[in-house]
């Protein structure tokens, strides 16, 4: 009676595990779709060029991809950045970033990996919601790393603080953090054969003036960058077929 028990279970199992291939094996035949939660630009690949000005108060200069990048990211990452500078004190920079992925999803990485790659310490990890004027209800929620390294001046060895602030754009949702992303990508992908383009959003500045300050700074030009990078309420766009 036992074994007769043992192998109903294994039978179970294995019509179970039967299963769920023959679904994921029509999952894969289907038409790819997803949707972008960010605007792309006129080639479809990357996101939209974000703004040179920012009313009058900052300017936006052009931060090329490195070397680096293209060579550990797929061909086919989309990319969009700038280094905004305010007018009235050069000091003061905002860094804003968004990279998009393509085919290849593993465009979008823990950014704690390259943080500390280029150098930085990660001294504390804590949330920060942003507000977002006439969009989501109390803002959205997002990572901020507290980080520094030490440079080394005329007077000597200086410890630098900043703040780098980052954000996951899916089709229909923002999620704060990478592993929150990877499930929401996942019950995507099984539960309604969707694989968005995921948007990794990022911005650095200075601490040194205090954390207030440099949020502040950082709420200031996402306000004034929202309208020209974020997709319309409810009208994601599609991705093409050339993005499965």
Not at 171 to 192: P, Q, S
Not at 213 to 222: S, W, Y
């Amino acid at each position: 009676m036992k074994a007769r028990n043992e192998w109903w279970v294994a039978g179970v199992v294995g019509v179970a595990a039967l299963g769920a291939l023959l679904f994921l094996a029509h999952l894969a035949a289907l038409p790819p779709r997803g949707q972008v939660g960010v605007r792309l630009a006129a080639d479809g690949l990357n996101p939209v060029e974000l703004p040179v000005f920012l009313g009058t108060e900052w300017i936006g200069r052009r931060t090329e991809v490195t070397a680096a990048e293209r060579a550990i990211l797929p061909p086919d990452t989309g990319y969009s950045r700038k280094d905004y500078v305010a007018v009235s004190n050069s000091a003061q920079r905002v860094f804003f970033s968004i990279v998009l992925s393509g085919r290849d999803r593993s465009s979008i990485h823990r950014p704690e990996l390259c943080v500390v790659g280029q150098g930085w310490t990660i001294q504390a990890v804590t949330e920060h919601r942003f507000s977002t004027p006439g969009r989501v209800p109390g803002g959205f929620p997002a990572t901020v790393l507290h980080v520094q390294r030490e440079v080394q001046t005329p007077r000597g060895v200086v410890v630098v603080p900043q703040l780098i602030v980052y954000w996951f754009v899916g089709g229909d949702t923002i999620e704060r953090t990478y592993w929150r992303r990877l499930a929401r990508d996942a019950w995507n992908r099984v539960f309604h054969a969707r694989a968005d383009r995921w948007a990794y959003v990022l911005m650095q500045t200075d601490a040194r003036d205090g954390e207030s300050a440099a949020l502040a700074r950082m709420q200031t030009v996402l306000d004034q960058t929202r309208p020209a990078f974020e997709q319309p309420a409810g009208s994601a766009g599609e991705q093409g077929p050339s993005t499965k």
